[in-house]
């Protein structure tokens, strides 16, 4: 009798710490921590974890559609600035909502003479398809190691597969020995005045004794300086580099040749002496749109929109897109909600549907810098972008 009590006693308890151990895992099913939970909506700069539980780590991001899943290529950050084994993080989702780690798209080499070795900075990686070779190539901008950020370098690199890996093929200073379509006549005469800046490297942000100085024709032998980059895939399929150039002076919009590893040595400058950075380009009703940002390294600034009906330009500007309320007023429109732009995004299957996407930079710790997603509002003659705390695809549904 007495054995049985204590068995059954046991058992109560066994029982008891079953139950403890369910609701536990029950509570941390359902927490916002856990990677199990399937999301259903996106949540601007919070901790976006992936199907390891991992915080994703792709900045500087751009998004590719093949086959039904997007991949997200970008920046495997560490703490700082450079890159250690992993050059390039690759994730797919078939919603937008949950990635799935894919491992490292590119991979820094081993080799310590490569341009790629560990310790080389690699931002803002972008991946086309191209159909006519059926290769996924990818493009990025470069620093070498040691260099201190004054190379301006455009990396590609090439795979047979989506998620990778990718083999690295070289870099280049586009455009070597072209004029730009919309050259001057005076731009053309500098190129001897230009000589005197060979070798002369700035930080990188306007500055009046700096405001229109030459550095194209500088430029103009060895190649342009290539700095924060994107890609864009016209209804052609022809291929359009687009990056800050001339120590982040002036834009540059360049044509990729068709199997889109090299410059055809067609481009045009635009924004001149306007300061863009971090471009960002979408088609939409025949015109192409563009975001972008100041430039203020990592700091946020206010960003920028245009528009043109042809990617050469005339480009007008349309001012800051982000508008509405913000959770922190210190970081609301007017410093895009702490936000950089990095890509836009069409939604499949919802013609007129596009998402930016901004990176919110944590240059004490780049692994913990944030995702910020929003819709983009097309109206007549403009876009805008306005903040929400929380959002899903359904915002879409009234989109022609
Ligand atoms: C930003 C740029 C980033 C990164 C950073 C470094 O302006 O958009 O991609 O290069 O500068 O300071």
């Given at each position: 009798?007495?054995?049985?009590?204590?068995?059954?006693?046991?058992?109560?308890?066994?029982?008891?710490?079953?139950?403890?151990?369910?609701?536990?895992?029950?509570?941390?099913?359902?927490?916002?921590?856990?990677?199990?939970?399937?999301?259903?909506?996106?949540?601007p700069d919070?901790?976006w974890?992936?199907?390891?539980?991992?915080h994703l780590n792709a900045h500087g991001a751009g998004?590719?559609?093949?086959?039904?899943?997007?991949?997200?290529?970008g920046e495997h950050k560490l703490a700082g600035e450079t890159v250690g084994?992993?050059a390039v993080h690759?994730?797919?989702?078939?919603?937008?909502?949950?990635?799935?780690?894919?491992?490292?798209?590119?991979?820094?080499?081993?080799?310590?003479?490569?341009?790629?070795?560990?310790g080389c900075i690699i931002e803002r990686p972008?991946?086309?398809?191209?159909?006519?070779?059926?290769?996924?190539?990818?493009?990025f901008h470069l620093e070498?190691?040691?260099q201190l950020r004054k190379s301006g370098?455009?990396?590609?690199?090439?795979?047979?597969?989506?998620?990778?890996?990718?083999?690295?093929?070289?870099?280049?200073?586009?455009?070597?020995?072209?004029?730009?379509?919309?050259?001057?006549?005076?731009?053309?005469?500098?190129?001897?005045?230009?000589?005197?800046?060979?070798?002369?490297s700035f930080i990188g942000s306007p500055h009046?004794?700096?405001?229109?100085?030459?550095?194209?024709?500088?430029?103009?032998?060895?190649?342009?300086m290539a700095k924060d980059m994107t890609?864009?895939?016209?209804?052609?399929?022809?291929?359009?580099?687009?990056f800050s150039?001339?120590e982040n002076a002036?834009l540059?919009?360049?044509?990729?040749?068709?199997?889109?590893?090299?410059?055809?040595?067609?481009?045009?400058?635009?924004?001149?002496?306007?300061w863009h950075e971090a471009p960002a380009?979408?088609?939409?009703?025949?015109?192409?749109?563009?975001l972008s940002s100041n430039c203020t390294g990592w700091n946020p600034n206010a960003a920028r929109?245009?528009?043109?009906?042809?990617?050469?330009?005339?480009?007008?500007?349309?001012?800051n897109?982000c508008?509405?309320?913000t959770?922190r007023?210190h970081l609301g429109p007017q410093l895009t909600f702490g936000g950089q732009s990095t890509f836009?995004?069409?939604?499949?299957?919802?013609?007129?549907?596009?998402?930016v996407l901004f990176d919110v930079w944590r240059p004490e710790n780049l692994i913990a810098s944030g995702y910020v997603w929003?819709?983009?509002?097309?109206?007549?003659?403009?876009?805008?972008?306005?903040?929400?705390?929380?959002?899903?695809?359904?915002?879409?549904?009234?989109?022609?």
């Amino acid at each position: 009798m007495q054995n049985n009590f204590w068995f059954s006693a046991d058992k109560i308890m066994k029982i008891l710490v079953s139950i403890i151990i369910l609701f536990c895992n029950i509570s941390a099913f359902f927490s916002q921590d856990n990677p199990l939970i399937i999301r259903t909506k996106f949540l601007p700069d919070q901790l976006w974890l992936d199907n390891n539980g991992v915080h994703l780590n792709a900045h500087g991001a751009g998004i590719l559609f093949h086959k039904g899943i997007y991949y997200m290529y970008g920046e495997h950050k560490l703490a700082g600035e450079t890159v250690g084994k992993i050059a390039v993080h690759c994730y797919s989702s078939v919603d937008l909502y949950n990635w799935k780690d894919e491992g490292a798209a590119l991979m820094t080499s081993d080799n310590p003479n490569s341009e790629i070795s560990e310790g080389c900075i690699i931002e803002r990686p972008k991946v086309i398809y191209n159909k006519k070779t059926n290769k996924f190539v990818m493009w990025f901008h470069l620093e070498l190691k040691n260099q201190l950020r004054k190379s301006g370098r455009s990396g590609v690199a090439v795979s047979d597969k989506p998620s990778g890996p990718f083999e690295y093929l070289h870099s280049v200073r586009p455009n070597a020995g072209y004029w730009p379509i919309n050259v001057t006549p005076e731009q053309k005469a500098s190129l001897v005045e230009a000589q005197k800046l060979a070798g002369t490297s700035f930080i990188g942000s306007p500055h009046p004794d700096r405001a229109a100085l030459p550095f194209m024709a500088r430029d103009f032998a060895g190649g342009q300086m290539a700095k924060d980059m994107t890609l864009f895939v016209d209804d052609d399929g022809k291929a359009y580099h687009i990056f800050s150039s001339e120590e982040n002076a002036t834009l540059h919009i360049s044509e990729l040749s068709d199997d889109y590893l090299s410059h055809t040595g067609k481009w045009a400058r635009v924004f001149e002496y306007l300061w863009h950075e971090a471009p960002a380009i979408c088609k939409h009703d025949g015109r192409y749109w563009m975001l972008s940002s100041n430039c203020t390294g990592w700091n946020p600034n206010a960003a920028r929109s245009a528009v043109a009906n042809s990617i050469w330009g005339p480009w007008k500007d349309l001012g800051n897109p982000c508008t509405g309320a913000t959770p922190r007023n210190h970081l609301g429109p007017q410093l895009t909600f702490g936000g950089q732009s990095t890509f836009i995004l069409p939604v499949q299957g919802k013609p007129g549907a596009y998402i930016v996407l901004f990176d919110v930079w944590r240059p004490e710790n780049l692994i913990a810098s944030g995702y910020v997603w929003l819709p983009i509002r097309f109206e007549k003659n403009r876009f805008s972008i306005s903040w929400l705390d929380t959002w899903d695809l359904s915002v879409f549904k009234h989109k022609n």
